[in-house]
């Protein structure tokens, strides 16, 4: 019988490892349930709850992944992903910045970065007063910051 060294041995367990992986992978890939995509557009609430500046992150992490602003007297919706790679960015209300927590990029209220790495600046989505007073926010269309002034972009107060 041959000895294997070190090297081998961890070579070894880490390929029975993938291969033990790959076997137990099709009861997950089999599953028949029925993937629930997020739904493109968000009810936000009333557009009375926006009496104050500030932002809202009641549905800022998963599925919606959506900043609701109140700032200079418009409300907007703008992506709580980063622009440099796609990581979740959270509001910091003491530092009045969204803060990447992939890799730190730091971005002002309306979305502008203020340090990177990201170069570009939050993409926003369209949002709309509905027939009950509620805003609705339409994630199938987004602005870059060129188009921030579109009055599909934001709704004025």
């Not at 109140?70 to 703008?78: E, N, V």
Request: glycine content about 6%.
């Amino acid at each position: 019988m041959t000895q294997i060294n070190r090297r081998e041995f961890v070579a070894a367990v880490a390929c029975a490892a993938c291969l033990c992986g790959l076997g137990s992978s099709d009861v997950v890939l089999a599953d028949d349930s029925p993937a629930t995509a997020p739904s493109p557009t968000v009810d936000v609430g009333a557009k009375s709850d926006y009496a104050v500046d500030g932002v809202t992150t009641t549905w800022i992490k998963d599925p919606n992944r959506v900043a609701v602003v109140r700032h200079d007297g418009k409300i907007y919706a703008s992506t709580s992903i980063c622009t440099h790679r796609h990581g979740q960015i959270n509001w910091n209300p003491d530092l009045n910045l969204y803060i990447c927590a992939r890799h730190h990029a730091n971005f002002d209220i309306t979305g502008t970065v203020i340090q990177g790495p990201a170069r570009l600046p939050l993409q926003r989505y369209a949002i709309s007063v509905d027939a009950n007073g509620h805003l609705i926010v339409d994630k199938t269309q987004s602005f870059t910051s060129d188009q921030w002034d579109n009055p599909a972009s934001f709704v004025k107060v």
